[in-house]
């Protein structure tokens, strides 16, 4: 991505208010926040600053544990690489190329893409892969969701070709090895997502020892709610450390439970009470997209390359991304105009 002027500019204050926040956290924050409100444009930057700007304001906010953590505990230089490319790339530079994209394709266009990758056939598929990828950057998106629950070290390669983007990699703490980490360490563009679990504690010492950018995900179904609704998986997830807790819902997980999780969770994270930030991966992915174009755009392709149903859209195999380029896909399945899609 080109170094303008502006660029420059965002990277500077970025670096020196990194430095700021590790010797004051709460003021050092609170001014990078005040400063990013003043400076910002679009559509998600305004909105994203002043709901953090408010919180804030609250001196007891758990959200300054949180941010003290991640800072004393991650390397700086990883913080700054995985923000500029996720907040400035994704979010700013990225939004505004998807909208004017979208005018032009006359489809939607997601921020994020969510894609399952099968290890033992990445080798075969991979050139697909990076095709998507390129063209996902074309088209504005920096944000990538990579689901490698076996040997999740073969995807490192995706982050080593597109130093522009922000990959969250999803994986099991099982696959967290000194040898796994010492490849993954050399990526500051990766933010690793372990599978939560109590017992794996040792998994998460190892990440904090490596200055690695680190969060949970855990998967849901409606014998969980009574721990989401009460709190206690988000406070048990919090004393690991995560900069974000995200929730999953299992297949087939009912539709008012999702929506119940939603709504618990974006409740949760307005009470500020827990030191992590909540993510419910599908509500809050497609609440992001309806800020930056209007409309919600949720796209995920499983193991096999088929678009996930979700949401309603076709079913797997009739969209492929190893058969078919991303732009073809969004305009046939997330047309625009609706009165074309029927």
């Known amino acids: 991505m080109e170094n303008s002027m502006s660029r420059i500019l965002v990277q500077m204050t970025v670096k020196n208010a990194l430095e700021s926040i590790k010797e004051d956290p709460e003021r050092g924050v609170r001014n990078l926040v005040d400063m990013a409100l003043q400076f910002s444009n679009g559509r998600f930057q ?3 600053f002043s709901t953090m700007q408010t919180m804030l304001q609250n001196e007891k906010s758990s959200y300054y544990n949180l941010i003290r953590n991640v800072v004393s505990r991650t390397d700086t230089e990883r913080l700054y690489t995985f923000g500029m490319n996720l907040g400035y790339n994704g979010c700013t530079i990225g939004a505004g190329r998807i909208r004017d994209n979208e005018q032009k394709l006359g489809c939607n266009i997601p921020w994020t893409i969510s894609v399952q990758i099968d290890a033992e056939r990445f080798e075969e598929k991979e050139n697909r892969y990076q095709t998507m990828l390129r063209e996902g950057e074309k088209l504005g998106i920096y944000t990538w969701m990579l689901f490698c629950m076996e040997q999740p070290w073969k995807a490192l390669n995706l982050a080593d070709k597109h130093p522009d ?27 690793l997502v372990l599978r939560y679990d109590e017992t794996s504690a040792g998994k998460y010492t190892l990440l904090r020892k490596r200055g690695m950018l680190y969060s949970v995900w855990y998967q849901y179904n409606q014998k969980d709610m009574e721990a989401i609704i009460n709190g206690d998986l988000f406070y048990s997830a919090g004393q690991i450390y995560p900069a974000f807790t995200a929730l999953i819902p299992e297949q087939g997980c009912a539709d008012e439970i999702r929506q119940l999780v939603f709504q618990t969770v974006t409740q949760h994270r307005k009470e500020q009470i827990y030191s992590t930030i909540l993510w419910d991966f599908y509500g809050d992915n497609r609440f992001i997209d309806t800020i930056i174009s209007n409309d919600a755009c949720s796209v995920c392709f499983d193991k096999t390359g088929s678009l996930y149903c979700w949401d309603g859209v076709p079913a797997p195999g009739r969209h492929n991304l190893f058969q078919s380029e991303l732009t073809d896909i969004l305009t046939s399945v997330y047309p625009k105009n609706q009165e074309a899609a029927e």
Do not use: K
């Open 165 to 191: 983007s922000a990959f969250c990699l999803f994986c099991n703490p099982e696959d967290i090895t000194s040898r796994f980490l010492d490849e993954a360490s050399g990526y500051n563009n990766l933010m």
């Open 46 to 48: 305004p909105y994203f």
